[in-house]
């Protein structure tokens, strides 16, 4: 639900005239500094796009069969030392959700690893903010079952909605239907009707991740050429062009036990190995390389902060996203935080 200052900023920009163009990756068009057009927060909007089962190694360079997202890391920024949190994915979306995997080391259905703990859904709801899941081959809105359309053809997976193991979501209707199928994303964009936190989960045909049913190899050209769609999509939009806006993608986890900013935890049996994160910014786009340690949890933080939401709720931290004595932090280079 917009706020009256929300309903104000989204009719001034219905007045700004925007050239049609198609997105340049290396130069967006610069946002509106206007001070009636700007939030006091950082950033207005944030689209994650989580890819899957990818080792930075096999990402970066690999030119042949991931074409757009080299692209996008050569003209914009790149976590160089970015990690996942554990094996195998459950876990992962929790902490892309939470900023904390609680420990879930497999991938049983959500209903057995529910959450009282807070996660920026809480955060962002308290703040006023909206948000919303976007999930390639979710049937409905709200869809509450673990595979679809079946489970030996699981395009749509729920161990990839970090969403629902959190029971303030997967026990309330409303918040439910805020889980929609991708296809809405587009709509979204044209109407204007853009969440603040954007969460984009392409199906297991598009994700990397390959199924049988696929008939990809494991880094697949559809993969890539969903990415090229999606983002796209997103840069081609009026909120691209008048809001400040960033686009990250990464992928849940890679092949090694490699970690970081876990504490105490052991990194070689927590974690979820080095994978590329790319960040693009509507904003001063320009080609940056970070090589401080992040993860998952960094990147909560980082959603925390550009939203100006701060790391706890009710008192209480989120997951680790408070904890900068076991090395999660913003990522503030690459989203030009202060």
Known sequence: MRTPTRVKLVALA?????????????????????????????????????????EYADAIGNTAQLPTLNMLASANGLATNYFGTTHPSEGNYVSLVGGDDYDIRDDDAYQTHQLAQPSIVDQLERA???WRGYFQNLPVAGYPGECFPSTSTCLYASKHNGFVNFAHVSMNQAEMAKLVPDTSLATDLATGNVPNFAFIAPDQCHDGHGLEVCHEPLLSHSTDAYLKTTVDLIMRADVWRQRRSAIVVTFDEGDSNLGCCDGADDPTTSGGGRVATVVIRSHDPRPIRDDTPYNHHSLVATLQAALGLGCTFDGQPVGDTCDRQAGVQPMARLFELR
């Open 14 to 54: 219905a007045l700004l005239v925007i050239a049609a163009n198609a997105p340049d990756y290396a130069a967006p068009a610069e946002a509106d500094r206007s001070g009636e057009a700007r939030s006091s927060r950082p950033y207005d909007h944030i689209f994650v796009i989580v890819e899957e089962n990818t």
């Open 128 to 130: 006023r903010l909206s």
